[in-house]
């Protein structure tokens, strides 16, 4: 089997308690942003909030495993496209001063949106021009 056929599978992979398995991981994930987000706007200092920062960082990951192992197009749709780019932002900006509450509400909102957009916008690549 090539890194290929890997990664980009014909049919996408189901396993028995994914569907299941997503809902805690993603509801420990929204846990998490929570926490972190209500503490960025309490201004609770940072080393305090860095466990859930951690926390949120590691259930999203692996949400993102979750996805890339059901069929990796996932990275190129706009639903995945949006979550690399969130987490680029928050990688950076996790490490500057430039950090805040507004940031993290457009995080949170560009997560909504994207989240709860019919399927065309989800599915659709910008690197393809289409729904994959």
């Given at each position: 089997?090539?890194?290929?056929?890997l990664l980009f599978?014909?049919?996408?992979?189901?396993?028995?308690?994914?569907?299941?398995?997503?809902?805690?991981?993603?509801?420990?994930?929204?846990?998490?942003?929570?926490?972190?987000?209500?503490?960025?706007?309490?201004?609770?200092?940072?080393?305090?909030?860095?466990?859930?920062?951690?926390?949120?960082?590691?259930?999203?990951?692996?949400?993102?495993?979750?996805?890339?192992?059901?069929?990796?197009?996932?990275?190129?749709?706009?639903?995945?496209?949006?979550?690399?780019?969130?987490?680029?932002?928050?990688?950076?900006?996790?490490?500057?001063?430039?950090?805040?509450?507004?940031?993290?509400?457009?995080?949170?909102?560009?997560?909504?949106?994207?989240?709860?957009?019919?399927?065309?916008?989800?599915?659709?690549?910008?690197?393809?021009?289409?729904e994959i």
């Open positions: 089997m090539t890194l290929k056929q599978p014909e049919q996408s992979r189901h396993f028995p308690g994914k569907r299941w398995g997503n809902v805690m991981i993603r509801s420990l994930h929204l846990i998490g942003v929570s926490i972190f987000s209500g503490g960025l706007y309490f201004q609770i200092p940072r080393q305090d909030l860095m466990p859930w920062y951690i926390f949120t960082a590691v259930t999203g990951m692996f949400l993102m495993a979750l996805d890339i192992f059901g069929n990796g197009k996932w990275i190129f749709q706009n639903r995945g496209a949006s979550v690399l780019f969130k987490v680029f932002v928050l990688g950076i900006l996790t490490h500057t001063q430039l950090l805040n509450i507004w940031i993290i509400i457009f995080i949170i909102f560009l997560s909504g949106i994207t989240s709860h957009a019919p399927a065309k916008f989800r599915y659709y690549s910008i690197f393809h021009g289409k």
